[in-house]
């Protein structure tokens, strides 16, 4: 926050969050296209935009349609700080447990009573402590129980798994299928059931086929002032997916922090600076004749 000190903070009232992830992806985007319409003698290379408002639900770009798009490249507007330029992701899958009890009269269940509610608090509790997301920073993935509900006859935890390399997911994948296979031989009386599915991929392998979108985005930050670092993000952008379609796409800051919390904020000076990366990057591709 210190780089913003005597500039114009927004947040909301405490109550609920902001929303800059990713409302201020669109105002980057929409001030970048007002600006390239506006003025012609800024210079760009052929541009296309396109919003995805269902990102945050993890249906962005299920409708997509990269080659009506008609892009090579691509760059998402769903960083945080303006020092970072995004290139890596989680892998994500998400496992959902459905676990079938037997109702029974406590007043007679003794031999009989199969509790689904306990089976499902059994299935967390043996989660690893150092595998949760509290406990997870850096390059280290997490497997996350993030909704439990439930009653005798019936419960269900819904959870997702992210790591960065796909060697660690297939153990995580691993470690819970071991797991529900443990407690179902440990409850026969009860129908205990695990769907997983992919969410997204790590797309850094791909960025690495062509070094450009990358290449430009920093040398576009550094001519808005900003010393930037090609990082990771602990999460997934709409790029993750739109990658592994076949448009290799490099995720940009916003200038927003603490996404998903209610002490989410943003600086009107970090809208501006995550404007001028955009413009400066799209400078860098018309001079590269791309």
Same mark, same amino acid.
């Given at each position: 926050?210190?780089?913003?000190?005597?500039?114009?903070?927004?947040?909301?009232?405490?109550?609920?969050?902001?929303?800059?992830?990713?409302?201020?992806?669109?105002?980057?985007?929409?001030?970048?296209?007002?600006?390239?319409?506006?003025?012609?003698?800024?210079?760009?290379?052929?541009?296309?935009?396109?919003?995805?408002?269902?990102?945050?639900?993890?249906?962005?770009?299920?409708?997509?349609?990269?080659?009506?798009?008609?892009?090579?490249?691509?760059?998402?507007?769903?960083?945080?700080?303006?020092?970072?330029?995004?290139?890596?992701?989680?892998?994500?899958?998400?496992?959902?447990?459905?676990?079938?009890?037997?109702?029974?009269?406590?007043?007679?269940?003794?031999?009989?009573?199969?509790?689904?509610?306990?089976?499902?608090?059994?299935?967390?509790?043996?989660?690893?402590?150092?595998?949760?997301?509290?406990?997870?920073?850096?390059?280290?993935?997490?497997?996350?129980?993030?909704?439990?509900?439930?009653?005798?006859?019936?419960?269900?935890?819904?959870?997702?798994?992210?790591?960065?390399?796909?060697?660690?997911?297939?153990?995580?994948?691993?470690?819970?299928?071991?797991?529900?296979?443990?407690?179902?031989?440990?409850?026969?009386?009860?129908?205990?059931?695990?769907?997983?599915?992919?969410?997204?991929?790590?797309?850094?392998?791909? #960025? !690495?086929?062509? &070094?450009?979108? $990358?290449?430009?985005? =920093?040398?576009?930050? +550094?001519? *808005? /002032?900003?010393?930037?670092?090609?990082?990771?993000?602990?999460?997934?952008?709409?790029?993750?997916?739109?990658?592994?379609?076949?448009?290799?796409?490099?995720?940009?800051?916003?200038?927003?922090?603490?996404?998903?919390?209610?002490?989410?904020?943003?600086?009107?000076?970090? #809208? !501006?600076?995550? &404007?001028?990366? $955009?413009?400066?990057? =799209?400078?860098?591709? +018309?001079? *590269? /004749?791309?």
């Amino acid at each position: 926050m210190m780089r913003y000190v005597g500039t114009t903070i927004v947040t909301s009232d405490g109550n609920t969050l902001l929303g800059a992830d990713d409302k201020a992806g669109v105002a980057v985007i929409m001030d970048v296209l007002r600006r390239l319409l506006s003025d012609p003698s800024l210079p760009r290379p052929g541009v296309v935009a396109a919003f995805t408002p269902d990102e945050e639900i993890g249906r962005g770009v299920v409708n997509f349609d990269v080659k009506r798009f008609g892009a090579d490249f691509a760059y998402t507007v769903d960083g945080g700080a303006v020092c970072e330029v995004e290139t890596a992701t989680f892998n994500a899958w998400s496992a959902d447990w459905s676990i079938t009890g037997r109702q029974v009269h406590p007043g007679s269940a003794c031999g009989l009573m199969v509790n689904a509610a306990r089976i499902a608090s059994e299935i967390v509790c043996a989660m690893k402590p150092e595998e949760m997301p509290e406990n997870s920073s850096g390059m280290k993935g997490f497997d996350y129980p993030m909704h439990v509900e439930g009653s005798t006859s019936s419960a269900k935890v819904r959870m997702i798994l992210r790591d960065f390399s796909m060697e660690g997911m297939e153990k995580r994948r691993a470690r819970l299928e071991s797991l529900r296979g443990y407690m179902a031989l440990k409850h026969p009386g009860a129908r205990i059931e695990l769907a997983m599915k992919e969410q997204y991929r790590n797309p850094a392998g791909i #960025l !690495e086929k062509d &070094r450009r979108p $990358v290449e430009y985005a =920093l040398r576009g930050a +550094a001519l *808005a /002032g900003i010393e930037c670092v090609e990082g990771s993000i602990r999460g997934g952008t709409d790029g993750s997916r739109l990658s592994f379609m076949g448009l290799p796409s490099v995720n940009l800051p916003t200038g927003g922090e603490l996404f998903h919390s209610r002490e989410e904020w943003i600086s009107e000076r970090g #809208l !501006e600076i995550a &404007r001028d990366i $955009v413009l400066n990057t =799209l400078g860098i591709w +018309a001079e *590269a /004749g791309s």
